[in-house]
């Protein structure tokens, strides 16, 4: 991890209420993971405890402690996209992600008329059939 990186990503957000979240965001961003040396990096910048820190960052689903170099596809689950038919395409998109992809539930990304959606590399896919959903997650 690099340090002048992360100093610039805790600098631009130190000041703020709230700081912690939108660092771990960024630094997760970032550098795919954040790590026990990131952790006491933001801990001593926000005069916070490493444990406070970790706790957070073990909390929420969207932080690793560990890089993991494999594409994330992100489902959308949440109550619109089910109505939409999501859940009839979940076996074929966990077949076709096996160990390669990450198959991510999420609950909205914003597109409730227009589902089922997803999310590949920040881009947002909606409207979407099996097919479709199975030839993003193979070229993920």
Known sequence: METGELEAIIAA?????????????????AFGCIDAA???AIAV???????????????????????????VVELCRAEACKARGVE??????EA?????VI????YCLG??????SARIHGRLYAG??????????KAA
């Not at 198959?103 to 999420?106: A, E, I, R």
């Not at 979407?128 to 997650?137: F, I, Q, R, Y």
């Open 45 to 71: 910048a926000l005069n916070l405890s490493r444990a406070e820190v970790h706790g957070v960052v073990s909390f929420y689903h969207d932080f690793s402690a560990e890089p993991d170099p494999r594409p």
């Open 103 to 106: 198959l991510k539930d999420v």
């Open 128 to 137: 979407l059939d099996e097919a479709e959903l199975v030839k993003l997650v």
């Open 38 to 40: 990131a952790e006491r």
């Open 96 to 100: 076709a992600a096996g160990e390669r």
């Open 88 to 93: 009839a395409l979940v076996p074929a998109a």
């Open 13 to 29: 957000h130190r000041h703020r209420p709230g700081a912690l979240l939108p660092i771990l965001h960024d630094v997760q961003r």
């Open 111 to 116: 597109l409730c008329s227009m589902g089922p």
